[in-house]
Every structure is written in structure tokens, then in C-alpha cells.
């Protein structure tokens, strides 16, 4: 079986897999930066497998057209390849390749839109809240005045801590130092931006559950990490009460302390459940499988390319 058969099987596994078994170690954040590099793994070694059997295709094919050549064991596309079945099947492979790399750069070039897209609204919006609000005595801190207590942070030139005059009415100096460690945490992190290109492998990839679950669970896992930052600076007790006093709606840009799933990471916060050593070691064999796969599938494919060839 060809080099390029092993890695979409492999990344097949890995999609269909991977989604609910990272569901499951994740369920309860007990180790949220190793979720989320878990999750990236799988994302960033499903995309990397895609485009080097992309690449490994149009080569194979560009290789050995028209005269032909193997590309694996299967004799039915031997003797394609080699132009035995006639014209017209080989060019039918040829277009197949074809259309794969026009697929590939369709693919592309739409999930940069959505990132540009994405990204520019956040700088947008960290302008406009510059124009219209005030800084206080924090330089990232940008204040605006609205009715509803809020806290959130924007990616942009420079990155802004958006706080609403509700809030600081409502949060006392403990709570808002926290909420405050909680989005300089995002920023500190590059959250933002993770969730900027997450999101848009959504939206381009929007069958594909990897993707799609994948960027949820990414995102409540940052809520959790940057929780976890707040916690070790100023205290579970302050950071509780400023979510519960923040909790409701941030704009879809943002990344705020009370946006995502607020009552489960306070319970989260309160309670701490017990398991941490099982979680890393689950966590800790998805990525060392991840990182293993690949070669693992392609030292597989050698020798049986080999075999075959004997």
C-alpha cells in the first residue's frame, strides 16, 4: 500500500477518532494546556497528512506522466499509471490530481479569507473601542461606558482589555484584578489568535467534526487556562465572584472572562475533581501517538511497498 493510502487512513483514524476520545480526557479541564496542545495535535497532524498526500500525488503523478509507474501495489492503478488500460483512464488520474490541487489552493486561499476576516474585525473593534472609550491608569485597560457589566479582550495594534463602567461599578478591586490577570492571561497566550484560526478551519472545514469540535472545546479550554492564571495571582474566591458578576454575552471577536460556559468552569473552580493523573497520562499517549503516527504509517508503507516490490 502506498505511502499516500497509509496517511489518509491515518488521518481518517485521527479525525474519526480523535473528537470523542479528546471529548472525554477534556470533559472536566483538569489539565487544560495539555488539552489544548492535544487538540491542536490532532488538528495540525490531520491538515499536515492532507497536504503531504496532496503533494505526494501530484509528484507521482507529474513524475511519471505519460509514461507511467506504480503508485502502489494495486495492479488495477499499476497498469492505469502505466497507460495499459488506455488514455483516456490515465488522464483521467491526471485530471483527479489536477483537481486535488486546485481543491487544495481553493481550500487555501478560503481559509486565509476567513482568517484575515476574522482578524480584521478584532482590529476593528479594538480601534473603536480606543476612539470611544477611555484608559484609566492601566495602559491596556480601555474603559466604555455601558449598562452591562463586561470584561473582554481584543487582538489588534496594540491588543486592548475591554472593560465597561457597569463593570468597575460592580467589581470591587479584588474581583476586577482578577478578571483583569484573566485577560491579560488571553493576551499573554496569543488566545486570540488560536481561536481567530480555529474558527476559521470551522467554517472551511464545517463537515469535518474535528474542526468543528475541535475550535469549541479549544476555546473553552483557554476560558479554563487563562481561569487557572487569574487563580494563581489573585485567589479562586475573587475570580469566582467576578465571573458570576460578568456573566452574559462578549462580541463574537473577543475572548471575555464570562463568555464561555461560566457556571461549569465555576464549578470547576470550586470544586476540582480529582483525577489529574489519569487525564495526563491519556492526554499524554494521544500526543505521543499523534507525533508517532505519521512515521509509524510511512515506515509501514515502505515495507510493504517493498515487500510488494519482492
Not at 292 to 303: E, F, Y
Request: charged share 15%; net charge positive; aromatic share 4%.
Amino acid at each position: 500500500m502506498s505511502i499516500a493510502v497509509c496517511l489518509v487512513l491515518y488521518s481518517l483514524a485521527v479525525a474519526i477518532v480523535g473528537p470523542p476520545l479528546l471529548r472525554r480526557l477534556t470533559r472536566d479541564g483538569l489539565l487544560p494546556r495539555l488539552g489544548v496542545a492535544a487538540w491542536l495535535s490532532a488538528i495540525g497532524s490531520v491538515l499536515i497528512t492532507w497536504l503531504a498526500v496532496a503533494g505526494l500525488l501530484i509528484f507521482e503523478v507529474v513524475r511519471h506522466w505519460p509514461t507511467g509507474a506504480t503508485l502502489c501495489c494495486l495492479a488495477r492503478l499499476r497498469s492505469v499509471m502505466a497507460g495499459q488500460a488506455g488514455i483516456a483512464p490515465q488522464t483521467v488520474l491526471f485530471v483527479l490530481a489536477a483537481t486535488a490541487t486546485a481543491g487544495a489552493v481553493v481550500f487555501g486561499m478560503r481559509l486565509g479569507r476567513t482568517v484575515i476576516r476574522l482578524q480584521a474585525r478584532a482590529h476593528e473593534h479594538a480601534r473603536a473601542v480606543r476612539i470611544v472609550g477611555r484608559h484609566n491608569r492601566q495602559d491596556d485597560v480601555v474603559v466604555i461606558d455601558a449598562d452591562k457589566p463586561a470584561a473582554y479582550c481584543v487582538s489588534g495594534r496594540p491588543p486592548a482589555i475591554v472593560v465597561t463602567s457597569s463593570a468597575l461599578a460592580t467589581l470591587d478591586k479584588s474581583e476586577l484584578g482578577a478578571v483583569l490577570a484573566h485577560e491579560r492571561a488571553h493576551l499573554n497566550g496569543r488566545h486570540t489568535h488560536i481561536t481567530a484560526v480555529l474558527r476559521s478551519l470551522a467554517v472551511v472545514f464545517a463537515i469535518v467534526p474535528l474542526m468543528t469540535e475541535g475550535s469549541a472545546e479549544v476555546s473553552r479550554l483557554l476560558e479554563m487556562c487563562a481561569d487557572d492564571a487569574a487563580v494563581r495571582q489573585h485567589g479562586r474566591e475573587a475570580l469566582l465572584s467576578g465571573l458570576l458578576a460578568l456573566a452574559g454575552a462578549t462580541p463574537a471577536p473577543a475572548l471575555g472572562a464570562a463568555s464561555i460556559a461560566v457556571l461549569a468552569r465555576a464549578e470547576r473552580l470550586m470544586h476540582q475533581p480529582g483525577g489529574h493523573a489519569q487525564a495526563r497520562f491519556g492526554l499524554s499517549a494521544i500526543l505521543a501517538i499523534i507525533a508517532a503516527g505519521p512515521l509509524i504509517t510511512v515506515a509501514l508503507a515502505i515495507s510493504g511497498t517493498f515487500i510488494c516490490g519482492t
